[in-house]
T-cell receptor, first 109, second 113 residues
Framework: GQNIDQPTEMTATEGAIVQINCTYQ??????LFWYQQHAGEAPTFLSY??LDGLEEKGRFSSFLSRSKGYSYLLLKELQMKDSASYLC??????????WGAGTKLIIKP | NAGVTQTPKFRILKIGQSMTLQCTQD?????MYWYRQDPGMGLKLIYY???????DKGEVPNGYNVSRSTTEDFPLRLELAAPSQTSVYFC????????????FGPGTRLTVL
């Protein structure tokens, strides 16, 4: 079956750096997304990786290793507003989007 | 642009009742999707559409129906509501296929009692 694994919950301190990991086992691979979802709100797009390597976008970076079935989202200079769930999603060989359950990130002052 | 809009925001249904969740997008996107999100779970695809007049089942279509008569609108119909359909429902759209960013509506929180 197809599976995406993310930690359920993580805690970090304001101003620090946190890395949220995502591992996947899917039938094929056509890209990986990261979305942010604040409590009670809709998911919003953060990043898309289809080739190996690091993509940097301001305080957020996303890394992909296709050979290891692994990605991470790196958040720098954490702010209280970064408290949210972070969803990893993979596009499989049939162009179906498979979603992980999400990682709830709690930021403490 | 309003993006993707959904109505209603909240609804309580009794078992066996029916309702339609409305979804409209003003970005001229061809692809539209309906998801449900249960607590602690990932998004599950109910139905999707690749253009007006074309719809297809997703991972969890049972108990739901959709139609796509225009590019803008993609309503989701619940027939004979059951407690298992208690969830948050999100509509989304994208300019083309699933390897493109999806834009989500604000969601509908549905409770079936």
């Amino acid at each position: 079956g197809q599976n995406i694994d993310q930690p359920t919950e993580m805690t970090a301190t304001e101003g620090a750096i946190v890395q949220i990991n995502c591992t996947y086992q899917t039938s094929g691979f056509n890209g990986l997304f990261w979305y942010q979802q604040h409590a009670g709100e809709a998911p919003t797009f953060l990043s898309y990786n289809v080739l190996d390597g690091l993509e940097e976008k301001g305080r957020f970076s996303s890394f992909l290793s296709r050979s290891k079935g692994y990605s991470y989202l790196l958040l720098k200079e954490l702010q209280m507003k970064d408290s949210a769930s972070y969803l990893c999603a993979v596009v499989d060989s049939n162009y179906q989007l498979i979603w992980g359950a999400g990682t709830k990130l709690i930021i403490k002052p | 642009n309003a993006g993707v809009t959904q109505t209603p925001k909240f609804r309580i249904l009794k078992i066996g009742q029916s309702m339609t969740l409305q979804c409209t997008q003003d970005m001229n996107h061809n692809y539209m999707y309906w998801y449900r999100q249960d607590p602690g779970m990932g998004l599950k695809l109910i139905y999707y559409s690749v253009g007006a007049g074309i719809t297809d089942k997703g991972e969890v279509p049972n108990g739901y129906n959709v139609s796509r008569s225009t590019t803008e609108d993609f309503p989701l119909r619940l027939e004979l509501a059951a407690p298992s359909q208690t969830s948050v429902y999100f509509c989304a759209s994208s300019s083309s296929g699933t390897n493109n960013e999806q834009f989500f509506g604000p969601g509908t929180r549905l409770t079936v009692l």
